[in-house]
T-cell receptor, first 112, second 112 residues
């Protein structure tokens, strides 16, 4: 059973702060890792993907992967109220059906 | 125009009724998926299809069936709806790597 765990939150941060979202996974064969953002009432959209250990930066977003510890995180710098959403972590093992397993999501609230 | 469309967007039905949710995509992808999302439970895979002749069960297929009418169309049916099938349903597509899931806008289904 592949498991992807996230704290459901809500995580509340002030505008301009760094928001840190964490995700752990159980399958050591996992090779691909994704962060989706889902605004209330909308569908998820991919914002970051990471495949190797270390950091990957894209604008205000940084994904961090540590395969030895089986966790992946998303940092949002200079958080804005428009970043308020639910962030879904998704993990895919190598080979097989190539279908990611989604975590339950973390709700982020950025308050002015 | 949206790449992945779903109809209807909202549906209220009664216990025991048969209903069909439809999904169409213009991305040209072979892979299509049906997920349901419940508060606190994240996205769970119901069925997936890798091409017109390929249908596979996901983790929660009981009570559901699907039909892949064409590369662009993938329908989800509830043969006899029950109240615990009340949820938000998403259709998605992906390229063969599965790295990016492109979601439709969702169908909010309520079973009374």
């Amino acid at each position: 059973q592949k498991e992807v765990e996230q704290n459901s939150g809500p995580l509340s941060v002030p505008e301009g702060a760094i928001a840190s979202l964490n995700c752990t996974y159980s399958d050591r064969g996992s090779q691909s890792f994704f962060w989706y953002r889902q605004y209330s009432g909308k569908s998820p959209e991919l914002i970051m993907s990471i495949y190797s250990n270390g950091d990957k930066e894209d604008g205000r977003f940084t994904a961090q992967l540590n395969k030895a510890s089986q966790y992946v995180s998303l940092l949002i710098r200079d958080s804005q109220p428009s970043d308020s959403a639910t962030y879904l972590c998704a993990v895919r093992v190598g080979g097989g059906s190539y279908i990611p397993t989604f975590g339950r999501g973390t709700s982020l609230i950025v308050h002015p | 125009d949206a790449d992945v469309t779903q109809t209807p967007r909202n549906r209220i039905t009664k216990t025991g009724k048969r209903i069909m949710l439809e999904c169409s995509q213009t991305k040209g992808h072979d892979r299509m998926y049906w997920y349901r999302q419940d508060p606190g439970l994240g996205l769970r895979l119901i069925y997936y299809s890798f091409d017109v002749k390929d249908i596979n069960k996901g983790e929660i297929s009981d009570g559901y069936s699907v039909s892949r009418q064409a590369q662009a169309k993938f329908s989800l049916s509830l043969e006899s709806a029950i109240p615990n099938q009340t949820a938000l349903y998403f259709c998605a597509t992906s390229d063969p790597s599965g790295d990016t899931q492109y979601f439709g806008p969702g169908t909010r289904l309520t079973v009374l």
